[in-house]
């Protein structure tokens, strides 16, 4: 255990030289500066706190309806799946031999349910929904896997207060793993 | 092979499929004969085509069947892959046309002119910049593999060719900015440790970068081969990671977004996870781990008793291509290759052993071991540790079973 926070401070001390590295050197001068306004306009990164959320909200009644017009014609009515990836079910499957991985049984956190739809779904017009929208069809997929109630209303706020059934179910990369 | 040597023998397997084709092959025959001495080809007897008369050269009209695979019957193809066909060609380097793809929301169709990188988030100096502006900074080539993570998948290894196989890899030589210069270009603040890729596509496909791998051997690539990348790999503007899973290497590229921690995107929770058999996701599996295959003879070719050269590729995403050892009797003896050079750190490397063929039925396979000594593990040993559902970083050895007929075959099916 030792020696491996001897390793990671070393790590660390090497990774604080690079960037100092790359603080320190030259620069060529080339491109412009980027204003606040335009790097709000094009960042649209949600972390998995949720810290970056946008104002807006919605609630599971009007998510089903966006789901039903956007969503269920690729994902399935109540989001069992078809041309698109089941949204629904498989909580407790992971360890067994037929896992279903869904945003109910896998994903870790709520937040990155809202970055993906917002900035992928639906497929053929992604961008299209309103952070309203938004809110409400994560609220609407979080309630089909019985993580939120019926009468839930989501904000930023409510959707980062989500614990997602899967959140401690990842480990880091130990490979080489086979010898 | 049954060798005829006017009829080039990868052509006869598509020659010999269908009535059509048996017709067609006649008249090759008939043909052939009009060419072979003492006639003289009519090539000769009168001039070609014009100079120029392709202004972008496109191949023979006789290698029309050496074309990326698509996969059949898909439910979509939006986001869906194609395959390089590894098994027709030489070489490390993959023509620009037959790369192999993945894409997430499509192939957008962006103009030059008016695309552009935005770096943010825990930079000194938030930048824009043009094509043009990239393209001012000090430049480097370097010859890299690319291979999608699920190549191919643990259940999904029932394909006929090397390409149905491990046909999600390709290999080319990248211009481009090292990451590490853009980024001291906007300043690093200390605090600085992921940066997070976004892509100009209708996926706005999203990965996060280790700080340290940025500042390494990252690349900002706008060519590939020495033209401008193609639309299918990102034009005009990608990212390229040698060694780490093809996901990452973001295409279309648009945005970097310098932050302390990953975005934990879906495309590093929901996917480009290894489920293990525990029920716990490995996360952020990032390196492509030795691997090879024989390309030639492989799947769906045909063999005849006598001489043969067996040849393949290998590539790691930890470094060089330390050996590959080609078993022709289904693993109870191995033999080294002879590498070609030259061997590149997480480029393809061309192997090729000498092997005569007694007529009986036997397995073909390969091993890579890379200039860690990691050894390329068997399907068998890989799955024990990892099980069934894992689906990304299958690096198998592959063996090509072969009948007595001569005819090759995959050794899971």
Known sequence: MATRDARALAAALVLLGLAGAARAAERY???RTATEAEIAAWNIDIDREGRKLPPGS?????????????CASCHGARGEGGVGDPLVGGQGSLASAKPLKTVGSFWPYAPTLFDYIRRAMPMNAPESLSADEVYAVSAYILNLNGLVPDEAVLDAHALAAVRMPNRDGFVPDPRPDVR | MTRDPDDPPARRRFLVQGAAAAAALVGGRARAEEAAPPAIPAWMKAPGADVGSQTYGTPSRFEADVIRNVPKG?????SASSRTPLQDLDGILTPNGLFYERHHGGIPDIDPARHRLMIHGLVETPLILTMDDIRRFPSESHIYFLECSGNPGFEAIKGRTASDLVGLVSCAEWTGVRLATVLREAGLKPEARWVVAEGADAAAL????PIAKCLDDALLVYSQNGERLRPQQGYPLRVILPGFEGNMNVKWLRRLNVTAEPAYSREETSKYTDLMPDGTARQFTFVMEAKSIITRPS?????AQGFHE????AWSGRGKIRGVQVTTDGGKTWQDAALQEPVLTRALTRFRLPWTWDGQPTTLMSRAIDETGYVQPSFSDLTAVRGLKSFYHNNATVPWRIAESGEVSNGYA
Not at chain 1, 58 to 70: C, D, L, T, W, Y
Not at chain 2, 74 to 78: E, M, V
Not at chain 2, 206 to 209: E, L, Q, W, Y
Request: charged residues 15%; proline residues 0%; aromatic residues 6%.
């Open chain 2, 74 to 78: 898909l439910k979509q193809y939006t």
């Open chain 1, 29 to 31: 001068g080339i491109g």
């Open chain 2, 206 to 209: 999203t990965r996060s970068i």
């Open chain 2, 310 to 313: 067996i040849t393949g590729i």
């Open chain 1, 58 to 70: 919605g609630s599971v009644a009007q998510g089903r309806a966006v789901f039903e017009a956007q």
């Open chain 2, 299 to 303: 799947g769906t070719q045909r063999i």
